[in-house]
T-cell receptor, first 114, second 110 residues
Framework: EPEVTQTPSHQVTQMGQEVILRCVPI?????FYWYRQILGQKVEFLVS????????KSEIFDDQFSVERPDGSNFTLKIRSTKLEDSAMYFC????????????FGPGTRLTVL | KQEVTQIPAALSVPEGENLVLNCSFT??????LQWFRQDPGKGLTSLLL?????REQTSGRLNASLDKSSGRSTLYIAASQPGDSATYLC?????????FGAGTRLTVKP
């Protein structure tokens, strides 16, 4: 069964460094998403992406964040200058037809900012 | 701003019992509601998606209902099994984002 994959599973970085989290969505899906979950807190929506453009973003997704689909298979989340509070589990998801469709989540990348 | 609440926060039941998990939301202007399962340290697995025009969805031993006007959804699990132990999240899709509840941590004891 097709699944969303994410790399790395765990990333440790120093405050102020740039990180890129990578995702491979399900191959025929057209809509892509990033979420985060700070330890012990709710899952939070960050951004949705369709047709090489951001379609929706939350107030969390500020200028420090960017997303890109650099090729036909990868979808990335970049954090330009990491802060301690960026430490969280980051989930990528994809859906076939759009935000109203079932979203399939990857296993997550645990980001630890020291 | 949409707020999603799940009650109870934790639930422990003996194997074989039927159970109901609750989800409430404050803004009835939603596109859909999705129930997920999250195992410790893992990603989210989609269980059921209910569109705003629907009243319920069923998959195997799971049944989810939606009452948009009252801002409520329930997830019914029949004949619970130890393998059902996980955290169950509901998420509401609105205009600009998807809002999650904090989840119900379910333990099914053999």
């Amino acid at each position: 069964e097709p699944e969303v994959t994410q790399t790395p599973s765990h990333q440790v970085t120093q405050m102020g460094q740039e990180v890129i989290l990578r995702c491979v969505p399900i191959s025929n899906h057209l809509y892509f998403y990033w979420y985060r979950q700070i330890l012990g807190q709710k899952v939070e929506f960050l951004v949705s992406f369709y047709n090489n453009e951001i379609s929706e973003k939350s107030e969390i997704f500020d200028d420090q964040f960017s997303v890109e689909r650099p090729d036909g298979s990868n979808f990335t989340l970049k954090i330009r200058s990491t802060k301690l509070e960026d430490s969280a589990m980051y989930f990528c998801a994809s859906s076939l037809r759009g935000p109203g469709d079932t979203q399939y989540f990857g296993p997550g990348t645990r980001l630890t900012v020291l | 701003k949409q707020e999603v609440t799940q009650i109870p926060a934790a639930l422990s039941v003996p194997e074989g019992e039927n159970l109901v998990l609750n989800c409430s939301f404050t803004d009835s202007a939603i596109y859909n509601l999705q129930w997920f399962r999250q195992d410790p340290g893992k990603g989210l697995t989609s269980l059921l998606l209910i569109q705003s025009s629907q009243r319920e969805q069923t998959s195997g031993r799971l049944n989810a209902s939606l009452d948009k006007s009252s801002g409520r959804s329930t997830l019914y699990i029949a004949a619970s099994q130890p393998g059902d132990s996980a955290t169950y999240l509901c998420a509401v899709k609105g205009d600009n984002d998807m809002r999650f509840g904090a989840g119900t941590r379910l333990t099914v004891k053999p």
